[in-house]
């Protein structure tokens, strides 16, 4: 099992619409959930972090996380194209040092 | 304000020689983490410092790699006696400091071992 999951997709939706990107993950002392957005031949680039269960906005952008079910969404409202590219998520280490362990990462196609 | 710079952009060298690739954090950031990206996966933890030293190197895949960070700022990633599996986006990021918080990455190094 790995131990950080995602749907690699293409995840395709229509302008305009929302596009809902998850995440599971395997280690249960994990304290901390980022987001990244990686356009084709760029590095990635924060988008959103959460910390505490529950939802955060920032945006277009909401972040879900639910620590018991060991699960993490990225939910973008309004999509446009300009939102297409590979979305990564995450995760801290459980050795707290800031090592991150990310997905695979889902490629969203946004389509005018 | 300056993000996360790195040099080369790209670099291409002959199997078996030395390389070595630079990473300048965003000013005032004390953690530094260098990561490997292949085509398709995310990346890929390295090794991480706190200052000047290596706070954790869990993720060097053998001790043909090697990072340093003397001043606590600059870091410089060493491959020693390169492989074609080498050939990866190589890419630093940093954080205020370290531990569970928001890391900024640098656009990367592509290597290519011909």
């Known amino acids: 099992q790995k131990e950080v999951e995602q749907n690699s997709g293409p995840l395709s939706v229509p302008e305009g619409a929302i596009a809902s990107l998850n995440c599971t993950y395997s280690?249960?002392?994990?304290?901390?959930f980022f987001w990244y957005r990686q356009y084709s031949g760029k590095s990635p680039e924060l988008i959103m972090s959460?910390?505490?269960?529950g939802d955060k906005e920032d945006g277009r952008f909401t972040a879900q996380l639910n620590k018991a079910s060991q699960y993490v969404s990225l939910l973008i409202r309004d999509s446009q194209p300009s939102d297409s590219a590979t979305y990564l998520c995450?995760?801290?280490?459980?050795?707290?040092?800031?090592?991150?362990?990310f997905g695979q990462g889902t490629t969203l196609q946004v389509k005018p | 304000g300056a993000g996360v710079s790195q040099t080369p952009s790209n670099k291409v060298t002959e199997k078996g020689k030395y390389v070595e690739l630079r990473c300048d954090p965003i000013?005032?950031?004390?953690?530094l983490y260098w990561y490997r990206q292949s085509l398709g996966q995310g990346p890929e933890f390295l090794i991480y410092?706190?200052?000047?030293?290596?706070?954790?190197d869990s993720g060097l895949p053998n001790d043909r790699f090697f990072a340093v960070r003397p001043e606590g700022s600059v870091s410089t990633l060493k491959i020693q006696r390169t492989e074609r599996g080498d050939s990866a986006v190589y890419l630093c990021?940093?954080?205020?400091?370290?531990?569970?918080?928001?890391?900024?990455f640098g656009p990367g190094t592509r290597l290519t071992v011909t």
């Open positions: 959460i910390y505490s269960n």
């Open positions: 280690d249960r002392v994990s304290q901390s």
């Open positions: 000013s005032g950031h004390t953690a």
């Open positions: 990021a940093s954080s205020v400091t370290g531990g569970p918080y928001e890391q900024y």
């Open positions: 995450a995760v801290s280490g459980s050795s707290n040092t800031g090592k991150l362990i």
């Open positions: 410092f706190q200052g000047t030293g290596a706070a954790d």
